[in-house]
């Protein structure tokens, strides 16, 4: 709709005009003259009414709307705003004399040393320390040290801290010292913005008519931000060709989704899935990568902050690959230099021992194991 707005200044002449053309008599439109504030008055009144439909226009249509007032648009379909999501890593606790047990309740809470973001230890059925029957992290005597994962106490993505950024253990851990997390906290997001859910919205009456690829993608990414998804038709998830099968691959960044997450997603996709059919939702399989090169600084540069910065690049660029996507061997050198001005040359690049490209499969995804720069 293209509104033919009016200033005050338009919206005073235009009065004049009309009321000089309809005057069978010389009038007085001068400055202070009475006729010209009563047609000034009027048009204030003008003014401020299209003001109201102008902002009545803005807060009834999806493309306009801002804020509430596009969460009250979007409620009219049953679509809603995704919330903030905490991120997510892992920390690592260590101590000076191992020769006592110790445990580490799940909700200790550890802090970045500005005091700023809060952590809490989460539980990992899956990590070899982990004790159900005391519900956290067990060290054995003659164990220096557990990393556990960790989630941020406060949604958003200020939780996305640095690698060596937590330093703090809010309450002291009989038998354990110190906290630090080796590798950056990744995944925080902050509450899907105005444009995001209109974007999302699109997708979602793409998926109305049909049950489709679409509609099943809408589903997934509709339970929280930042999941990637792949889907496999007719086929198992050990790849067994089955008509008539969908197999769902998703991951939250982490790698390593939860049970409660893949819950979550198959809780949705069951609303829109095709009659007759079947479907499995899965974590994706891990491919690790193992990354060394070496770099040649700029003269008057501090070889070993500048490796770091290229170390934190190259893990953030592998550990944001979606599900199925190829990682090159020769991207590994664009993002080294890419990350530094004062890198001056990249030799020695090896992925997992050569030179060759790590392709996972569809269900695959690639994560860093490790990460040498010299």
Not at 44 to 56: D, P
């Amino acid at each position: 709709m293209n509104l033919q707005l009016r200033n005050f200044s338009n919206l005073v002449e235009t009065a004049a005009a009309a009321v000089q053309g309809s005057a069978k008599q010389l009038l007085d439109l001068s400055v202070g003259s009475a006729l010209r504030a009563i047609l000034e008055a009027n048009a204030s009144i003008a003014l401020w009414l299209q003001w109201l439909i102008v902002l009545i226009l803005q807060t009834t249509r999806a493309a306009t709307s801002n804020g509430s007032d596009l969460d009250s648009w979007m409620a009219d379909f049953s679509v809603t705003r995704q919330s903030a999501v905490a991120a997510t890593g892992s920390v690592t606790f260590s101590r000076f004399t191992d020769t006592a047990s110790a445990l580490l309740p799940v909700g200790t809470q550890v802090r970045t040393t500005d005091g700023t973001q809060t952590f809490n230890v989460v539980e990992d059925d899956s990590n070899a320390a982990w004790n159900a029957s005391q519900d956290g992290y067990f060290l054995a005597a003659g164990t220096s040290s557990v990393t556990v994962p960790v989630q941020a106490a406060t949604a958003g993505s200020a939780g996305n801290v640095v690698a060596g950024a937590i330093s703090l253990i809010v309450a002291a851990i009989s038998g354990v010292d110190t906290v630090t997390n080796s590798a950056a906290l990744q995944n925080g997001f902050e509450a899907e913005t105005d444009a995001a859910l209109r974007s999302r919205f699109t997708s979602f009456l793409a998926s109305r008519a049909r049950a489709t690829p679409v509609a099943v993608g809408y589903a997934v990414t509709s339970v929280q931000q930042g999941l990637q998804y792949v889907i496999q038709e007719n086929q198992t998830p050990d790849g067994t060709a089955y008509m008539g099968c969908f197999v769902v691959t998703i991951d939250d960044g982490s790698g390593k989704p939860s049970s409660a997450l893949l819950a979550q997603v198959s809780a949705a996709i069951e609303l829109v899935r095709p009659l007759a059919t079947s479907y499995a939702v899965q974590a994706p399989t891990i491919y690790s990568a193992t990354i060394s090169l070496s770099v040649t600084t700029a003269t008057g540069t501090v070889h070993a902050t500048v490796a770091s910065v290229v170390q934190t690049a190259l893990s953030n660029y592998v550990n944001t690959l979606p599900v199925g996507t190829t990682l090159p061997w020769s991207r590994l050198a664009q993002v080294a230099y890419a990350a530094s001005a004062s890198v001056t040359n990249v030799t020695g690049v090896l992925l997992n021992g050569g030179t060759a490209d790590l392709v996972p499969p569809a269900n695959g995804v690639v994560k860093v194991a490790s990460v040498t720069v010299n």
